[in-house]
């Protein structure tokens, strides 16, 4: 069964800072998505990684896949308040043909005080 | 391209009744999928669906939850004799096309409490 696991879980930090949202996986995968969930509203696509080295980045949010560590990075540069969110990795365990079925992280709860 | 679009967005319902949600896709979009997210946890699949055809469904959807999409397009997810545990948010999402490298849209949700 595909385990996921995101740490931190929570994390406060302040503006300007940089800082990295870790997200391991427990069986191969090489589709990986992150989602921003802003408090009572649905999620938005930040980033979908296909492949293993794969990196993407959009304004302060890079994200990151290795397929063999099993491990995908989400790092956030010079953070401003707006980034402020909780933010979700989610695997695809592949086993719907054709399709995607995701298994989500907890979430890392993100808050940048100014 | 409206985004998916999902009714009602809250529905407080005594124990024991019937709740009915609905949700539609993006236009063209021929895969729909149904989540549920409980207070501090990420999302958990429920079912899928390959135009009208459902084609995955969870553990997690017991008897007591059925879902439907008749013609392909718009779907509906029932809860029937509704318990305190369904209390969560039920989300729709979409994605288009052939292959597996497609972003999955969410909508805004439908958040059910039973008491």
């Known amino acids: 069964e595909l385990k996921v696991e995101q740490n931190p879980l929570f994390l406060s930090m302040q503006e300007g800072k940089n800082y990295t949202i870790y997200c391991n996986y427990s069986t191969t995968s090489d589709r990986l998505y992150w989602y921003r969930q802003d408090p009572g509203k649905s999620l938005e696509s930040l980033f979908v990684?296909?492949?293993?080295?794969a990196v993407k980045q959009e304004g302060r949010l890079m994200a990151s896949l290795d397929t063999k560590a099993r491990l995908s990075t989400l790092h956030i540069t010079a953070a401003v308040h707006d980034l402020s969110a909780t933010y979700f990795c989610?695997?695809?365990?592949?086993?719907?043909?054709?399709?995607?079925?995701?298994?989500f992280g907890q979430g890392t709860r993100l808050t940048i005080n100014p | 391209d409206t985004g998916v679009s999902q009714d009602p967005r809250h529905k407080i319902t005594k124990r024991g009744q019937n709740v009915t949600f609905r949700c539609d896709p993006i236009s063209e979009h021929n895969r729909l999928y149904w989540y549920r997210q409980t207070l501090g946890q990420g999302p958990e699949f429920l079912t899928y669906?390959?135009?009208?055809?459902?084609?995955?469904k969870s553990r997690l959807l017991s008897d007591r939850f059925s879902a439907e999409r008749p013609k392909g397009s718009f779907s509906t997810l029932e809860i029937q004799r509704t318990e305190q545990g369904d209390s969560a948010m039920y989300l729709c999402a979409s994605s288009p096309g052939q292959g597996k490298r497609n972003t999955i849209y969410f909508g805004e949700g439908s958040w059910l409490t039973v008491v």
């Open positions: 989610a695997v695809d365990e592949g086993k719907i043909q054709g399709a995607q079925k995701l298994v």
């Open positions: 990684l296909l492949s293993n080295g």
């Open positions: 669906f390959q135009n009208e055809a459902q084609l995955e």
